[in-house]
């Protein structure tokens, strides 16, 4: 069993910061494909940032819309997974949850992510 448990949420400013950590439990994620997902009110769950592939060979992808602007990583002990936010837009706003699976295909597809956080909130103002 995997738990998932999302921090670091809060409200900021357009252009601004944040900076979201997903502290893992049940095991390492050395080699677990990881995921941030947000969802908006009204909205369907979407993916934002990954983390995938093997001990030695992980990689990241990004939606379009948070290209260069976001960055994922793991911390060196494998066990929180940390999503860097900047220059944040008023469309970033939403729910933002850290999935987690053993093996997922489409990345960016809610339903392949087995473990799910509970949320937590960001919201940016103008």
């Known amino acids: 069993q995997v738990n998932l448990r999302e921090t670091g949420g809060g409200e900021v400013q357009a252009g601004g910061t944040l900076r979201l950590s997903c502290v893992v439990s049940?095991?390492?994620?050395?080699?677990?494909?990881m995921g941030w997902f947000r969802q908006a009110p009204g909205k369907e769950r979407e993916g934002v940032a990954f983390r995938f592939g093997g001990v030695g060979f992980r990689r990241s992808r990004y939606q379009d819309s948070v290209e260069g602007r976001f960055s994922i990583s793991e911390d060196s002990a494998k066990i929180t997974l940390i999503l860097e936010m900047n220059s944040l837009k008023l469309e970033d706003s939403g729910t933002y949850y850290c999935?987690?699976?053993?093996?997922?295909?489409?990345?960016?597809?809610?339903?392949?992510?087995?473990?799910w956080g509970q949320g937590t909130q960001v919201t940016v103002t103008s």
């Open positions: 999935a987690a699976d053993t093996s997922v295909i489409r990345l960016f597809i809610p339903s392949e992510w087995r473990y």
């Open positions: 049940g095991r390492t994620i050395r080699d677990v494909n």
